[in-house]
């Protein structure tokens, strides 16, 4: 921010709406990384969290959590597949590491295939299955049963997963690694590897999922079914923290017998679910995933227009419904354009693995007057950033 010369101190949200404490008001086309979908403070999840605080917002533990169970069966109603048990917890990073417990417990096998330039968290076995140096090589020597492949190299994926593979996890759009969209073979091919070897597949679908893609769960794109999905960053409904690990029978039957050999004590808890499942229903009566697909088509459109004024600074656009990512010729650019969006109060950032892109990821409630105004911005900065070259060449 202070790069950008703004300096501000976040004290008020809502909708797609971010204040200051000087009362600059923020289009917020970040939306917490993709932990925002349905805006900030949705009336509907803030009254569900509300109510549900006057009654019993912590579980006693020893007792029935209704609301878990009745979550747990929404979530199975609308996965993919056969997916419909699920485990509780309050990150994606928590969710991915109780995904690839959960694999190896189910399949009696070790070793997990990663893609190269994942973003799958920050705990030790999330970040083992991730795959960019900068965040890996402090904390080396990582958990040594994880292999990494390039993402869409079906060659080398068949090459890694054989017999000893418990699962092969991957990001159905890679978010961090700079929203890369994979081949349409892609995906349903990482399915067949699987089956062949008897491997598990995990996809994580902590920014991709729930509406965010144009699609419930950006797997729907490839009509593939997982074995195990990581959800959280939205699923708390932008309210309370809330994470799952989404499994078939066959993944969470080890379980039947051992629930405690994998367990957490705030998880799942009646806040939480509460969130989650005002969440759930906001999702599917005001169809926001096809709204996605709609206003992510018209913000995709509008980015291509610029790409042309601009082919000296923008080298791609690209991404399905809202989220979405700029490719700029090098880090500079990026970075310069993201401190005039923010100039102009937007509010955007880089991809983690990837700083030439830029990811704009709205609230899926945005509307076309809101995409207008950041296209308007987006032309500003880049004008802003061309000058500059030019001054400074």
Known sequence: MKFAGVVGVEVFAEGVWVYDEKGNRYLDFL??????????????IVEAVKSQLDKIPLSSRVLFNALQAELA????????????????CHSGAEAVEACIKFARLATGRRKIVAMKNAYHGKTLGALSASGREIYREPFEPLLSWFVHVPFDDKEALAQAVDEDTAAVIVEPIQGEGGVIVPPEDFLPFVRKVCDDVGALLIVD?????????GKNFAVEHW???????????????GV?????AVGTQRVFEPLFDRPLLHSSTLGGNPLACAAGLAALKVLREERLAEHAAEMGKLLIDGLNSLREQFPD??????????????????????????????QRRVLTAYTLNNPRVIRLEPPLIVQPEHIDQALKAFAEALAQVRNLVAVLS
């Open 31 to 44: 939306a917490g990384f993709g932990a925002l979908n349905f805006g900030h403070r949705h009336p509907r």
């Open 73 to 88: 069966s929404e979530l199975a109603a609308i996965t993919p597949g056969k997916l419909q048990f699920c485990f509780f």
């Open 205 to 213: 679908e902590v920014q991709t999922g729930l509406g965010r893609t």
């Open 223 to 237: 009509n593939v079914e997982p074995d195990l999905m990581a959800l959280a960053k939205s699923l708390g409904g």
């Open 240 to 244: 309370v923290p809330l994470g799952a």
């Open 313 to 342: 600074l923008i080298t791609d656009v690209r991404g399905k419904g809202l989220l979405i990512g700029i490719e700029f010729a090098n880090e500079d650019f990026a970075a310069l354009t993201a401190a005039g969006l923010l």
